[in-house]
């Protein structure tokens, strides 16, 4: 499928953000720390940016609400 110029802009920011999140907290243990801390809205929000299935179960594995 080809993306529209909007969706490849908005792919893009998507992508900005996990990369921010990454250069921010380097390690497992500095993500993992921070993640505990995120409030659920946080983390979904990380989820819907990424778009790695793996990066996606880690995140999730820090919900506190799991419903």
């Known amino acids: 499928m080809k993306l529209t ?3 490849e802009l908005m792919d893009k920011e998507r992508w900005g953000i996990i990369k ?3 250069n921010e907290y380097k390690t497992k243990e500095e ?3 921070v993640l505990k801390e995120m409030t ?6 990380l989820i819907y940016c990424s778009d ?3 990066a ?3 995140y999730s594995s820090f919900l ?3 419903n």
Request: aromatic share 16%.
């Open 40 to 45: 659920d809205k946080d983390i979904n929000f």
């Open 64 to 66: 506190k609400n799991k």
């Open 52 to 54: 790695n299935i793996d």
């Open 5 to 7: 110029s909007f969706q």
């Open 31 to 33: 993500k993992e720390k």
């Open 20 to 22: 921010k999140f990454q």
């Open 56 to 58: 996606c179960i880690f």
